[in-house]
């Protein structure tokens, strides 16, 4: 495994045994639990009190560094959803690693975004306003009941993203990705999840 170049300027030695730790894999999401890895020292040749760890994951070998309440990289909010349109797949993974970097902004507009192309991934047509789109949704039946008011919520809050000179809170993003993955499930992997009935004979 090549560490970063970075891990080489702050003392990194080569692995070795590390206290038990278990976290979830920055990476490959994995809960996981290592004991192998590399001490950051307090000094650059690795000696004095450890102030930093790499632990090496158990599943994907991938780096995952800690340094007190701070990590690298940070784990994805939100859960996987599957038998989701690819374009709107990579925006969903997009929106929650966003989260994991601080980029909550950036992780409630890729949110709004998500309703309007989940809109036209079912029949609307393109270029409309946006609360064309939600209304779409709404009158098609995918939108679940009382969901109206979660969808009106992230249409704000990405106006409020997109339109004034204010940076959305940890809050904000976990909020909307929870709902976002709940509307994909509703849509794409619960329909998916029914047997289908055998041919008629």
């Known amino acids: 495994m090549i560490l970063p170049l970075a891990a080489a300027k702050h003392g990194w030695h080569q692995p070795q045994a590390l206290p038990n730790r278990s976290f979830d894999c920055g990476y490959c999401g994995n809960r996981v639990a290592s004991t192998q890895g590399l001490k950051l020292g307090a000094h650059s040749d690795g000696s004095g009190a450890m102030v930093g760890s790499l632990y090496i994951c158990t599943n994907c070998k991938g780096p995952n560094y800690f340094f007190g309440d701070n990590r690298y990289p940070g784990v994805p909010f939100g859960n996987s959803v599957t038998h989701t349109p690819e374009e709107l797949a990579s925006l969903y993974d997009e929106a929650r690693r966003s989260t994991a970097h601080g ?3 950036g992780a409630v507009l890729l949110c709004r975004k998500m309703l309007m192309n989940i809109g036209v991934n079912q ?4 270029g409309l306003k946006f609360i064309e789109y939600v209304n779409h949704l709404a009158s098609k039946g995918f939108i679940p009941p009382n969901g109206r008011q979660w969808v009106d919520h992230i249409r704000n809050k990405g106006n409020e993203a997109t339109h004034e000179i204010a940076l959305m809170s940890e809050q904000d993003a976990k909020e909307l990705i929870l709902f976002t993955e709940m509307l994909l499930k509703f849509i794409y992997e619960f329909p998916s999840m029914i047997p ?3 041919p008629s004979p």
Do not use: F, R
Request: with cysteine; aromatic share 10%.
């Open 103 to 105: 980029c909550y902004t």
């Open 123 to 126: 029949g609307a047509a393109e």
């Open 196 to 198: 289908k009935a055998p």
